[in-house]
């Protein structure tokens, strides 16, 4: 057992269950408005995932910080030795298009070091995710698999034309 297991399986869990509500709003007529200073579009999913993934990393890790970027505060993360970082809908003009692709980020960082990441697709119900050392992993229908990166110097980039995602297609 790797000492992040509950941190990566309760990432994964929230990442779908967030997924569910962003799916929710999105098979619905849903109001646009623009974010504070001219930041881009935000939507009713954004906000009830944001609130969602915030509660439910605050309750599951009471001593941890979290930055959220539908959050007003998101000053502060040094002040913690673990901090989680979230994106609850990254591609929020990309929802509002009503094309798929868009995504949640929840990650954490443990003494200013990027730790584990899970980016969560609802549309296509893929699930990605990495731990430094134990490599980076892609699930769908299929099932889980490497992806086949390294995650010692790797920065995250997976999407529609990630090589570890069409490869299995």
């Given at each position: 057992?790797?000492?992040?297991?509950?941190?990566?399986d309760?990432?994964?869990?929230?990442?779908?269950?967030?997924?569910?509500?962003?799916?929710?709003?999105?098979?619905?007529?849903?109001?646009?408005?623009?974010?504070?200073?001219?930041?881009?579009?935000?939507t009713?999913?954004?906000?009830?995932?944001?609130?969602?993934?915030?509660?439910?990393?605050?309750?599951?890790?009471?001593?941890?910080?979290?930055?959220?970027?539908?959050?007003?505060?998101t000053?502060?993360?040094?002040?913690?030795?673990?901090?989680?970082?979230?994106?609850?809908?990254d591609?929020t003009?990309?929802?509002?298009?009503r094309?798929?692709e868009?995504?949640?980020h929840?990650?954490?960082?443990?003494?200013?070091?990027?730790?584990?990441?899970?980016?969560?697709?609802p549309?296509?119900?893929?699930?990605?995710?990495?731990?430094?050392?134990?490599?980076?992993?892609?699930?769908?229908?299929?099932?889980?698999?490497?992806?086949?990166?390294?995650?010692?110097?790797?920065?995250?980039?997976?999407?529609?034309?990630?090589?570890?995602?069409?490869?299995?297609?």
């Open positions: 057992m790797h000492p992040l297991d509950t941190e990566l309760i990432a994964r869990r929230v990442a779908r269950q967030a997924g569910a509500i962003l799916l929710e709003v999105y098979a619905t007529p849903f109001a646009v408005h623009d974010k504070a200073g001219g930041m881009g579009p935000v009713e999913a954004d906000e009830r995932a944001n609130a969602f993934i915030v509660e439910a990393l605050r309750d599951a890790f009471p001593s941890d910080g979290v930055v959220a970027e539908e959050s007003d505060n000053s502060g993360a040094s002040r913690f030795e673990r901090c989680w970082f979230v994106d609850p809908m591609g003009q990309e929802f509002v298009n094309n798929g868009f995504a949640i929840i990650g954490l960082a443990i003494a200013g070091m990027a730790t584990l990441g899970v980016v969560y697709r549309v296509g119900d893929t699930l990605y995710w990495g731990v430094v050392g134990q490599g980076g992993f892609v699930e769908d229908a299929r099932g889980a698999a490497p992806c086949g990166c390294r995650t010692r110097r790797s920065r995250p980039r997976c999407g529609w034309w990630c090589p570890a995602h069409t490869a299995r297609a």
